[in-house]
C-alpha cells in the first residue's frame, strides 16, 4: 500500500470521520488567499472573474466541461473540502465543511479536479447546463446550485509545554480562521424574473474520465483556515444582475445583422485578381 501512495502524485482526499484521505493518482489562481488559491478551468484555460454584489463571479458557458484548480501555497500539507452546487465532489453529500470529506495537498501542492468521484478509478465531468438537468436537481438537493466553494484545514499541531513564567502565546491567526460573511446573493425577485427566462447555470454530471484515489491518513483543525467561493452564472444572468457591463451593439450575431447597411463608402469593387498581379 505505501508503494502504491509513493508512486501515485501527492494529491489526495480525506474522509472526515475517518481520517483517511484518498490520493488522486492523475494531475490535470483566481480566487487567492495567503494559504490556498482557486480556479474554474475550461479547456485549461482559468475563467475570468468578476468583482460584484460581495462576492466573484466567472462566466459559465453553456454545455461546456469545466474544472476546479487548487493550490496549496503554504510549506505544510493541507486540506481541502471542495462543494459544488453545495454538494462534496467527493461523494456528493451536503455538510459542514469540518465533517465533508476532503482532498489533501502537499507543500505547495496543486490538484485540478475534473468532476465528482464515482469510485476509487474514476470521476464524473464537472459541465455548465441549467437548474432542471443539474446534478442537484437529480438528486433532489438544490438549495446551493450556482457555486463553488473550498474550506482549508489545516494540520492538527501538538500543543507546545509552556515555560514556566511565561504566560501562552495567542494563536495570532485565531482571526484569519473565522469563516468570512456568506456571500451576496440574487434577491428572490431577481432569480424569480431569471428563472423565468430560464438564465440561471447549474452544474450537471458528465461523462466518465479515469481519476485513482487511495487514502491517507490526515488530522485536520476544528475549523477551516480559509474559505474561497466563487458564483457562476451565464452572461445574459451577469448583466441583469450588474456584475458585466451589457453586450456593445455589435457584440452578438442578431444585433451585428440588425445594424447591417447596404452602402457604407464609395468607390469601386476591390478585385483581387489585379491586386496579385502587382
Not at 465543511?97 to 468532476?115: F, H, M, N, Q, V
Not at 463553488?148 to 494563536?171: M, N, T, W
Not at 480562521?177 to 424569480?192: I, Y
Request: charged share 25%; with cysteine; hydrophobic share 35%.
Amino acid at each position: 500500500m505505501s508503494r502504491f501512495v509513493r508512486r501515485l502524485p501527492l494529491f489526495v482526499f480525506a474522509l472526515a470521520s475517518l481520517l483517511t484521505p484518498l490520493v488522486p493518482s492523475g494531475a490535470a489562481f483566481a480566487l487567492d488567499r495567503e494559504s490556498c488559491s482557486m480556479e474554474i478551468l475550461i479547456d485549461g484555460a482559468p475563467l475570468q472573474e468578476y468583482a460584484g454584489r460581495g462576492t466573484s463571479y466567472v462566466e459559465a458557458v453553456r454545455g461546456r466541461e469545466y474544472s476546479v484548480r487548487l493550490r496549496n501555497r503554504t510549506g505544510e500539507r493541507v486540506a481541502i473540502a471542495l462543494s459544488v452546487d453545495g454538494l462534496n465532489s467527493i461523494d456528493a453529500r451536503t455538510t459542514t465543511a469540518s465533517e465533508a470529506r476532503k482532498w489533501i495537498l502537499e507543500p505547495y501542492g496543486t490538484i485540478t479536479l475534473d468532476g465528482w468521484q464515482t469510485s476509487t478509478s474514476t470521476a464524473r465531468r464537472f459541465v455548465f447546463t441549467t437548474e432542471d438537468r443539474s446534478y442537484g436537481s437529480w438528486l433532489g438537493r438544490t438549495k446551493n446550485l450556482g457555486i463553488v466553494a473550498a474550506a482549508v484545514f489545516r494540520q492538527k499541531r501538538s500543543l507546545p509545554i509552556p515555560i514556566q513564567g511565561e504566560e501562552r502565546r495567542q494563536d495570532s491567526g485565531a482571526d484569519s480562521r473565522r469563516a468570512p460573511e456568506p456571500s451576496a446573493a440574487p434577491s428572490t425577485e431577481q432569480r424569480k424574473s431569471l428563472e423565468s427566462l430560464g438564465y440561471l447555470a447549474a452544474t450537471g454530471i458528465g461523462r466518465e474520465v479515469d481519476h485513482n484515489v487511495v487514502q491517507v491518513a490526515f488530522d485536520a483543525e476544528d475549523a477551516p483556515s480559509a474559505l474561497l467561493e466563487l458564483r457562476y452564472e451565464y452572461r445574459d444572468t451577469l448583466v441583469r444582475l450588474g456584475v458585466v457591463p451589457p453586450d456593445r451593439p455589435c457584440d452578438t450575431p442578431l444585433s451585428r445583422r440588425e445594424s447591417a447597411r447596404g452602402f457604407l463608402e464609395p468607390g469601386f469593387a476591390p478585385d483581387p485578381y489585379r491586386q496579385q498581379r502587382h
